[in-house]
Protein backbone atom coordinates (compact mmCIF):
# COMPACT_ATOMS: atom_id res chain seq x y z
CA UNK A 1 0.00 0.00 0.00
CA UNK A 2 1.56 3.28 -0.82
CA UNK A 3 2.42 6.25 1.66
CA UNK A 4 1.75 10.13 1.56
CA UNK A 5 3.80 12.24 2.75
CA UNK A 6 3.61 16.50 2.77
CA UNK A 7 7.22 16.85 1.39
CA UNK A 8 9.91 14.81 0.49
CA UNK A 9 12.00 13.27 3.26
CA UNK A 10 15.84 13.45 3.22
CA UNK A 11 15.45 9.86 2.53
CA UNK A 12 13.71 10.32 -0.72
CA UNK A 13 15.77 12.90 -1.14
CA UNK A 14 18.49 10.68 -1.60
CA UNK A 15 16.80 8.27 -3.50
CA UNK A 16 16.02 10.87 -6.16
CA UNK A 17 19.43 12.00 -6.33
CA UNK A 18 20.65 8.58 -7.52
CA UNK A 19 18.30 7.82 -10.29
CA UNK A 20 19.34 8.33 -13.73
CA UNK A 21 16.20 8.54 -15.31
CA UNK A 22 12.56 10.07 -14.22
CA UNK A 23 9.51 10.46 -16.07
CA UNK A 24 7.47 13.47 -16.28
CA UNK A 25 3.48 13.59 -16.68
CA UNK A 26 1.46 16.30 -17.95
CA UNK A 27 -2.00 16.93 -19.55
CA UNK A 28 -4.16 19.93 -20.84
CA UNK A 29 -7.56 20.19 -20.06
CA UNK A 30 -8.18 18.37 -23.52
CA UNK A 31 -6.28 16.63 -25.98
CA UNK A 32 -3.63 14.02 -24.78
CA UNK A 33 -1.83 13.37 -21.74
CA UNK A 34 1.79 13.04 -22.16
CA UNK A 35 4.43 11.48 -20.38
CA UNK A 36 7.88 11.77 -20.95
CA UNK A 37 11.40 10.29 -20.02
CA UNK A 38 14.02 12.60 -19.10
CA UNK A 39 17.57 11.54 -18.59
CA UNK A 40 21.03 13.32 -18.01
CA UNK A 41 22.09 15.24 -14.79
CA UNK A 42 18.86 17.59 -15.11
CA UNK A 43 16.69 17.75 -12.09
CA UNK A 44 17.92 19.83 -8.87
CA UNK A 45 15.94 19.42 -5.48
CA UNK A 46 16.04 23.28 -3.84
CA UNK A 47 14.26 22.31 -0.59
CA UNK A 48 11.55 19.36 0.60
CA UNK A 49 8.88 21.03 -1.49
CA UNK A 50 10.47 22.17 -4.57
CA UNK A 51 12.32 20.97 -7.40
CA UNK A 52 13.38 22.02 -10.76
CA UNK A 53 14.64 20.56 -14.06
CA UNK A 54 16.10 21.70 -17.44
CA UNK A 55 14.17 20.63 -20.31
CA UNK A 56 16.62 19.86 -23.24
CA UNK A 57 15.93 20.74 -26.78
CA UNK A 58 13.85 17.29 -28.09
CA UNK A 59 11.73 16.30 -30.88
CA UNK A 60 8.41 17.65 -29.11
CA UNK A 61 7.34 20.27 -26.42
CA UNK A 62 4.44 18.76 -25.13
CA UNK A 63 5.39 19.20 -21.13
CA UNK A 64 5.66 23.24 -21.96
CA UNK A 65 2.08 23.67 -23.76
CA UNK A 66 0.46 21.42 -21.17
CA UNK A 67 1.41 23.82 -18.80
CA UNK A 68 0.30 26.96 -20.28
CA UNK A 69 -3.16 25.34 -20.43
CA UNK A 70 -3.06 23.24 -16.85
CA UNK A 71 -0.18 23.57 -14.69
CA UNK A 72 -0.55 20.16 -13.23
CA UNK A 73 2.56 17.99 -13.21
CA UNK A 74 3.47 14.87 -11.92
CA UNK A 75 7.22 13.85 -11.80
CA UNK A 76 7.93 9.83 -10.94
CA UNK A 77 11.42 7.85 -10.17
CA UNK A 78 11.18 3.79 -9.73
CA UNK A 79 14.20 2.11 -8.89
CA UNK A 80 15.48 -0.29 -11.10
CA UNK A 81 18.42 -1.70 -8.58
CA UNK A 82 17.77 -1.45 -4.74
CA UNK A 83 14.75 -1.84 -2.41
CA UNK A 84 11.81 -1.71 -4.81
CA UNK A 85 9.81 1.81 -4.77
CA UNK A 86 7.98 3.86 -7.24
CA UNK A 87 7.60 7.49 -6.03
CA UNK A 88 5.61 10.21 -7.12
CA UNK A 89 5.88 13.91 -7.10
CA UNK A 90 2.19 15.95 -7.82
CA UNK A 91 2.16 19.46 -7.64
CA UNK A 92 2.26 23.00 -9.84
CA UNK A 93 4.61 23.72 -12.36
CA UNK A 94 6.03 26.89 -14.17
CA UNK A 95 8.01 26.96 -16.70
CA UNK A 96 11.48 29.79 -17.28
CA UNK A 97 12.97 29.81 -20.49
CA UNK A 98 16.21 32.06 -21.05
CA UNK A 99 13.56 35.92 -21.54
CA UNK A 100 12.50 35.02 -17.64
CA UNK A 101 14.42 36.05 -14.57
CA UNK A 102 14.31 32.98 -12.67
CA UNK A 103 15.47 30.65 -15.68
CA UNK A 104 18.97 32.83 -15.03
CA UNK A 105 18.43 32.10 -11.58
CA UNK A 106 18.22 28.47 -11.95
CA UNK A 107 20.21 27.93 -14.93
CA UNK A 108 23.85 27.64 -13.20
CA UNK A 109 22.73 24.64 -10.87
CA UNK A 110 23.23 22.73 -14.15
CA UNK A 111 25.96 21.79 -16.76
CA UNK A 112 26.16 23.89 -19.27
CA UNK A 113 24.24 22.60 -22.64
CA UNK A 114 23.04 24.39 -25.64
CA UNK A 115 20.07 22.55 -25.73
CA UNK A 116 18.72 24.26 -22.90
CA UNK A 117 15.12 24.51 -23.38
CA UNK A 118 13.67 25.47 -20.92
CA UNK A 119 13.58 25.50 -16.68
CA UNK A 120 10.45 23.64 -14.89
CA UNK A 121 9.74 24.72 -11.55
CA UNK A 122 7.69 22.19 -9.35
CA UNK A 123 5.92 23.17 -6.18
CA UNK A 124 5.23 19.87 -4.83
CA UNK A 125 2.02 19.17 -2.80
CA UNK A 126 2.17 15.68 -2.18
CA UNK A 127 4.69 12.86 -2.28
CA UNK A 128 3.42 9.26 -2.69
CA UNK A 129 5.39 6.23 -2.62
CA UNK A 130 4.54 2.83 -3.70
CA UNK A 131 5.91 -0.61 -3.66
CA UNK A 132 7.30 -1.02 -6.89
CA UNK A 133 7.48 -5.05 -6.77
CA UNK A 134 6.63 -5.36 -10.06
CA UNK A 135 9.05 -2.98 -12.03
CA UNK A 136 12.09 -5.41 -13.15
CA UNK A 137 15.81 -4.98 -12.12
CA UNK A 138 17.67 -3.34 -14.97
CA UNK A 139 21.65 -2.42 -15.23
CA UNK A 140 22.45 1.77 -15.56
CA UNK A 141 24.77 1.29 -18.35
CA UNK A 142 25.56 4.91 -19.55
CA UNK A 143 24.41 8.06 -21.13
CA UNK A 144 23.37 8.80 -24.80
CA UNK A 145 25.62 11.00 -26.04
CA UNK A 146 23.62 11.96 -29.55
CA UNK A 147 21.31 14.72 -28.32
CA UNK A 148 23.91 16.71 -26.79
CA UNK A 149 25.93 15.82 -29.80
CA UNK A 150 23.29 16.64 -32.18
CA UNK A 151 22.42 20.06 -29.94
CA UNK A 152 26.42 21.25 -30.32
CA UNK A 153 26.41 21.03 -33.91
CA UNK A 154 23.49 22.65 -34.51
CA UNK A 155 24.60 25.79 -32.33
CA UNK A 156 22.54 28.32 -30.97
CA UNK A 157 20.71 30.38 -33.57
CA UNK A 158 19.65 26.78 -35.49
CA UNK A 159 18.67 25.32 -32.42
CA UNK A 160 16.47 28.77 -31.61
CA UNK A 161 15.34 27.84 -35.59
CA UNK A 162 14.72 24.30 -34.70
CA UNK A 163 12.86 25.71 -31.75
CA UNK A 164 10.56 27.84 -33.80
CA UNK A 165 9.84 25.24 -36.59
CA UNK A 166 9.82 21.98 -34.16
CA UNK A 167 8.91 23.28 -30.49
CA UNK A 168 6.14 26.03 -30.70
CA UNK A 169 3.08 24.17 -31.22
CA UNK A 170 1.80 20.66 -29.33
CA UNK A 171 1.06 17.72 -31.07
CA UNK A 172 -2.67 19.00 -29.94
CA UNK A 173 -1.58 22.37 -31.73
CA UNK A 174 -1.14 24.35 -28.60
CA UNK A 175 1.22 27.50 -28.28
CA UNK A 176 4.23 26.37 -26.37
CA UNK A 177 5.49 29.70 -26.22
CA UNK A 178 9.27 28.41 -26.69
CA UNK A 179 10.35 30.74 -29.71
CA UNK A 180 8.97 33.77 -28.03
CA UNK A 181 12.33 35.87 -27.46
CA UNK A 182 10.84 38.64 -25.10
CA UNK A 183 9.47 38.57 -21.96
CA UNK A 184 5.57 38.01 -21.70
Not at 15 to 28: C, E, H, L, M
Request: aromatic share 10%; net charge positive; proline share 2%.
Amino acid sequence: MGKQFSEISTELQDFIKKQNIFFVGTAANDGRVNVSPKGYDTLRIINANKLVWLNLTGSGNETAAHLLKNNRMTIMFCAFEGKPIILRLYGHAKIYHDRDTKFHEYINLFEKNIGSRQIIELDIDLVQSSCGYSVPFMDYKEERLQLNSWSEKQGEERIKTYWKEKNSKSIDGFETHTSITKKI
